[in-house]
């Protein structure tokens, strides 16, 4: 088998044989001429042009980066301070309570169901600020325990207007740059339009790194105004909220200027002795009730009260009108059967066919008087009687 001999080139130039090579010393230069292969890496000049390429590249793109993550940290502490107002009046309106200063924090945390260090510090570690109106009164002070003030709080403004309360207003400040100063003035504080810095501070943070969040309890309160009109009788009050029953206080004057948080429960209640609850009232809006006849109602009847009896040119009208005062501030009758033999049911029947023919002869323009109408009117008399057994 023919073999190849291999040739290589020797320090003078010359080639030499694969015999000669092994048989002769071995030489100190490589195989082959380094300048037969390419160098790697940069020079010293290439690699500081790729640096300078890269720090104009980081100086365009870095500044965005931060803008952007300085406006995602801005629009999450907005977010946080919203939830949390919104959570105090969760918490306000589910307790029946309105806490101090020193309580704010935990009674946030409670609600939202975090830590407290979740609300007191923000998501750059600055510790917000938890303010108190220092000119906020309200009946009793804070903490306010609806439960604990049956009449309800309220006084009047500057220009006698009734009101629930004066400065029922708290806020909560958080910084993204530096610290908040040591002290706030709270109503400059709360005048400051958003983007601004307080103009009694001295801070060396920007606009944009400070957030202001306003929370105004005025509108949790509606007004109840409770009018004793019957000078021979009077009723009783009691409120529940957060789940607890206040004391039974017996309204003998007219309370005109009393305000309850949404949602609190108004239980009204009889002259009896103990008194019977006769109406049950969820505060939803501004409403008012009197006691008139031994009984509360929504609005006046007109028959019952210890003033003179309203006047119409019609008897039946008349009749009417007391009939509905008896029906509203009669007690339930363990007899179903008075004298006359007129059961529930047939009240309530004899009272439709007299609203039917009553409304008749009005859309006729009370012209004469109708022998059904008056027919009813004789069973409404009957029973009236019943009703007052």
Known sequence: MKTRKLNRWSE?????????????????????????????????????????????LASL?????????????????????????????????RTGQIPDQPNLVSALANE????????????????????????????????????????GTGTTDANGVAIAGLNLRVLVLSSLAVPLPATIDFSNAWSTPDGSIPSTWTWSGRPDDLKIQRVDFTPLFKRVILNPVD???????????GGQESFTNPVTQVL??????LGTALRLYDTNNPPGMQMKAVVQSDTSYVFENGAWRGQLAGWGTNGPIPVS????????????????????????????????????GDFYTFMTNYNSWAQGGFVGLPMRLTQATNTLLNVTQDMSR
Do not use: C, K
Request: proline residues 5%; aromatic residues 10%.
């Open 313 to 348: 040119p019609s008897p039946a009208a008349n009749l009417f009108t007391m009939f509905s005062a008896n029906l509203s501030a009669a007690p339930l009758n363990p007899n179903a059967f008075g004298t006359n033999g007129n059961s529930t049911l047939a009240i309530l």
């Open 256 to 261: 005109s200027n009393s305000w309850y948080l």
């Open 112 to 151: 939202m169901a975090v830590s407290a260090t979740q609300i007191l510090t923000n998501s750059r570690n600055f510790r917000r600020a938890f303010l108190v109106d220092p000119n906020l009164w309200i009946a009793s002070g804070l903490p306010y325990v609806q439960s604990s003030i049956t009449n």
């Open 231 to 241: 000078t021979f009788h009077f009723g009783s009050l009691a409120i529940e909220s």
């Open 61 to 93: 793109l870095v500044p965005v980066f931060v803008r952007r993550i300085d406006q995602a940290a801005r629009v999450r502490d907005a977010a946080e301070l919203s939830g949390m107002a919104t959570a105090l009046r969760s918490y306000i309106l």
């Open 12 to 56: 003078d130039g010359g080639r030499e044989s694969a015999d000669s090579r092994t048989s002769g010393p071995v030489s100190s230069v490589s195989a082959f001429q380094l300048a037969d292969f390419p160098r790697a890496g940069f020079s010293l000049l290439e690699l500081i042009g790729v640096l300078a390429v890269l720090a104009i």
